[in-house]
């Protein structure tokens, strides 16, 4: 089978590898549906967040093809969305119910080097610990929700893990699916306002679809913290949710903030970005970081099932895994396209 894997900056190949094997403990899901996400669009402008040789797709969803011997609860045929996260159970994190922060978290399907554990981006993928990686998908979810369960279950951790509350002004800084996803969720928990940056105009328009109040593009604002002001009666707003993974948008976050206000490092940034912490101090702000997901993947779904959160105003692109590159990662970089989600399925 074909799959997809991260030969270096700029370059990914589709590798011809053994149908992986699986032991009495595994599951084999074949791939229905996968996404295309922003830390692998970063992965593929500058290894090192993903290591060189890794086999790429932690966004996905399938149907089970075989058990392991010792697998219970799971049956060939089972509609599923897996959870990429390692989890051994057995780390101060994970006995504290703090599962993206596993010790071993990092040991992601998505982002290994070995053949026998492809990623999302080949025909089947190997799911090692099906009790805890595996998630049913009930009739009423599509495949193609199927695969964003996973970068839902990000955004509403990020919101779920704040200091959010009903009523209250957020900002939501970069519209991508993560910023997205932030904004529906807090739509739905029922911020009093929320305000947003976007610089494409295909993703403001969909950012205020889900529920942004206000969204503007910095690139055409004088003065930001003016227009923020001016929203929340001169005060700020309550929380900043950073989903843009771009240090210099990361570095404005203080500006828009209340006294002890709150921002929520969601995007990926993964250099040094200078900051002045006098900000930090003189109006007590908290900075939390966010990362991944613990038990929102059933809440996710549910919310898909009863039509609570909507997907389809995100999906932009369909393509086959064949035209992963042209069609996918290149078309991702090109400035002013329109895409928000693109989705890949398996050629054959």
Request: aromatic share 6%; net charge negative; glycine share 10%.
């Amino acid at each position: 089978m074909k799959a997809a894997v991260l030969k270096g900056p700029g370059e990914i190949a589709l590798e011809e590898i053994p149908v992986p094997q699986i032991s009495d403990t595994d599951v084999l899901v074949e791939v229905r549906c996968a996404a295309i996400c922003g830390s692998d669009l970063h992965a593929f402008q500058a290894p090192g967040f993903f290591p060189v040789g890794c086999f790429l797709g932690h966004e996905f969803s399938g149907v089970v093809v075989k058990v392991g011997k010792k697998v219970e609860g799971w049956k060939p045929g089972d509609r599923v969305t897996v959870n990429p996260l390692s989890q051994c159970g057995e780390c101060w994190a994970c006995k504290h119910g703090f599962l993206s922060c596993c010790e071993h978290a990092g040991q992601a399907i998505g982002t290994l080097t070995d053949e026998t554990m492809p990623g999302g981006f080949a025909k089947f993928v190997r799911v090692p610990a099906p009790q805890k990686s595996l998630y049913s998908l009930p009739d009423e979810v599509s495949f193609e929700q199927g695969a964003l369960v996973e970068p839902l279950s990000t955004s509403l951790h990020a919101v779920r893990i704040s200091a959010f509350r009903p009523g209250e002004p957020t900002m939501v800084l970069g519209t991508g699916p993560i910023g997205l996803g932030v904004i529906t969720f807090l739509k739905r928990g029922g911020a009093g306002l929320i305000i947003a940056t976007e610089v494409n105009e295909k993703r403001a328009e969909v950012a205020k679809k889900l529920g942004a109040d206000h969204v503007f593009n910095p690139q055409r604002v004088s003065n930001l913290r003016e227009e923020v002001l001016e929203l929340t009666s001169g005060l700020g707003v309550a929380q900043v949710f950073d989903c843009s993974g771009i240090p210099k948008v990361f570095q404005t976050a203080t500006n828009f903030l209340r006294p002890r206000g709150q921002i929520m490092l969601v995007g990926v940034i993964d250099n040094e970005v200078p900051i002045v912490p006098l900000n930090i101090n003189l109006h007590e702000i908290q900075l939390q970081g966010s990362w991944c997901y613990t038990d929102e993947f059933t809440m996710v779904i549910d919310f898909l099932k009863k039509g609570v959160v909507s997907v389809k105003e995100m999906i932009t692109s369909r393509i086959k895994l064949s035209d992963i590159v042209e069609q996918g990662f290149e078309k991702l970089l090109k400035p002013g396209h329109a895409e928000i989600k693109i989705l890949v399925a398996p050629d054959g």
